[in-house]
């Protein structure tokens, strides 16, 4: 599938990373621990997380923005320059199109790219379809996007999260130093303070 087994620390580790886990390793986001210094889950009423935990947050977050930017991307070069729902990145058969049926899927669909993870809401805003005429022009899926946004807040700005994140499918990479979800309009992530 997307790598060996794993089982024991490391198992509970790779269910909490996805497929963002060699990444996160390398980047030193995510130490490398034993099953006894492995910490319980933390519900969202927990206490205030560290700092240090809070920019792991958001050091996730922003690579779950990435990652699927770049899996929308991917997606379209296949599909004559159009965008998938969510649903079409993780499993391009079920769209139709002309995805390359040996092609790797854009984005792991064992992973959630949807909801809570780590403190943080991700939410895929996909933007105007295209039309008929457009998909058949393009030899894209029916149903293909011309735009899509993805965002990532935190659930509680300043305690499960510090900033919020917002990508589309121009390339744009935005963030809200409040925390609070970035507007998206029509796919696109307006207005946008971009990234530095």
């Known amino acids: 599938m997307y790598g060996p087994s794993v089982r024991g620390p490391m198992a509970t580790m790779t269910a909490r990373a ?29 206490p205030t997380p560290t700092p240090d935990e809070l920019k792991a947050r958001e050091r ?8 699927v930017l770049l899996a929308g991307k991917t997606y379209a070069a296949s599909n004559g320059s159009l965008f998938g729902e969510l649903a079409c990145l993780t499993n391009p058969a079920s769209c139709g199109g002309a995805y390359p049926a040996d092609a790797p899927f854009p984005l792991d669909p064992t992973y959630d790219w949807e909801g809570v993870k780590l403190g943080y809401d991700r939410r895929f805003h996909p933007g105007p379809k295209a039309t008929e005429e457009e998909a058949r022009r393009a030899r894209a899926a029916p149903g293909s996007l011309k735009a899509f946004a993805y965002t990532a807040a935190p659930v509680k700005a300043g305690e499960t999260g510090l900033r919020a994140f917002c990508s589309d499918s121009s390339g744009r990479f935005c963030v809200s130093s409040d925390g609070r979800e970035p507007s998206v309009k029509a ?5 946008c303070q971009k990234l530095e």
């Open 18 to 46: 996805g497929p963002l886990l060699p990444l996160l390793l390398l980047a030193g986001a995510v130490p490398i621990r034993s099953a006894a210094q492995e910490p319980a889950s933390t519900p969202l009423s927990a």
């Open 187 to 191: 796919g696109r992530c307006d207005p």
């Open 60 to 67: 996730h977050a922003i690579l779950n923005v990435r990652t």
